[in-house]
């Protein structure tokens, strides 16, 4: 997992490089740039994606403290099988977004809202790979159990 915890601390850095740039092209030079916004979001993907794997195995991820506190801890044989139910669901999304990244690399696919056109392929492809982390991490961690 530590590929993908990398990957994700790399998104930190260029996301703060990239709303660094922005921010010097607005308002030192009065010039914003039409990428920045696009290329943040493209970061957060994967920043979000990559990072949900290692933070699931490392159990620092988000939990509502409320219910944590209240409601008695699953059956381990109930939690696996939650646990492969989402990996699943997250194994099926993964495929999709290969071919979906597929479908937009060959048939040459272009975002028409974006004022630059880029292509869409690498949207999918980042979504493939931080959701194949994702995938694997909870396999993981239902191995744990």
Known sequence: MRPFALLASAAVLLLTLVMLAEVVARYGFGRPTLWSGEVVGLLNLMLFLCAAGPALLEDRHARVDFLARRVPRLAGAVQRLALLALA??????AAQAVAQGWDAYWGGLVDDVSPWRRPLWPTYALAALGLGGFTLGVL???RRG
């Open 140 to 142: 993981i961690a239902t």
């Open 88 to 93: 699943v669901v997250l194994a099926a999304l």
